[in-house]
């Protein structure tokens, strides 16, 4: 037997001689070479899941949101279709909730809200664009402001948070900028006393309406009411086509509420969740940054609502795939 050194605490301390020697350390047993095979075949396994799992994982490279964002349709349901059975459908789906519903059936969606645990989150004032607060006609303004406060009550009545409002749309001359800018703040003034007393917040979204087309407008948009019930209805592919959306993000801090979920590409337009141009990664990273929970709906259609829900999940949320 060669004589050892007394203590070789790495292999880089012991002698070449004895390193190199192959005597002294057999790897001819038959249980030595299936233990060094067995091994070997497990780093390699080791090393190529890592990679696929990687790989897998490229779009999903920021942070998780997980716990924090809610995955909501703006609708959906289908003719004959009752609350409960809605409600049940979404949940398969693996969605938390809805932006529509009827009022008149508030009952029931609220019994379908506690057997599911489903919900409805709010409501999108679908007249805003034809009957616009910013009209430079003093009786268009007057009856959307009634309509809002219906949307507002119905809103409550179904137990959701919050009503979507375009404010706006600049026209012309008789609808500018400015017009828009303090005809819906007065009008939205108005209703605020109504909101704040039935906890339903008024959500601002602007969407290629002329209006705002720059985060720190929007910003300077919303800190003018000085009032904790209005908010932003931030919508991710429409304004793409103005700010990388992680931009709008940071500018908007807390004043984001909700979010609608779209995509967008200078080349392809709306499109499926992933294809255009919004970085979602950035986005998440941007949410949190900001401290954002809350819901997300999605707005547009991909392949199939199984398929939008996966993609909510991989880029809004951030789960791995």
Known sequence: MPKLLACCPHPHDRPASILNRTEDYPMTAPHTRRHFLQTSSLVAAGALAGSQAQARNEKTAGPSLEGRIFKALKGGRQNGESPLDFFKRLKGLGFDGVESGNAGEADAYAAASRETGVMFHGMVCGWHWGTRLSS???????????MMEQNIRDTHRLGGSAVLLVPGRVSGADETHDHVWHRSIAEVRKVLPLASRLG???????????????????????DEFENPWVGAYFDI????????????????????????????????????LGEGDVNWDKLRAALKDVGFSGWATREGSDKSLEDTSALIDQLVVGKAA
Not at 209 to 214: L, M, P, Q, R, V
Request: aromatic content about 12%; overall charge positive.
């Open 200 to 222: 339903v917040r008024i959500l601002i979204e602007t969407v290629w309406n002329g209006f705002c087309e720059s985060p720190e407008k929007f910003r300077d948009y919303l």
């Open 237 to 272: 592919g429409n304004m793409q086509k103005f700010a990388p959306a992680e931009e709008w993000i940071h500018t908007l801090g807390p004043r984001t509420v909700k979010l609608d979920v779209k995509d967008w590409g200078k080349k392809n337009g709306f499109c499926r």
């Open 136 to 146: 430079p006609d003093e009786a268009t303004r007057a009856k959307g402001l009634k």
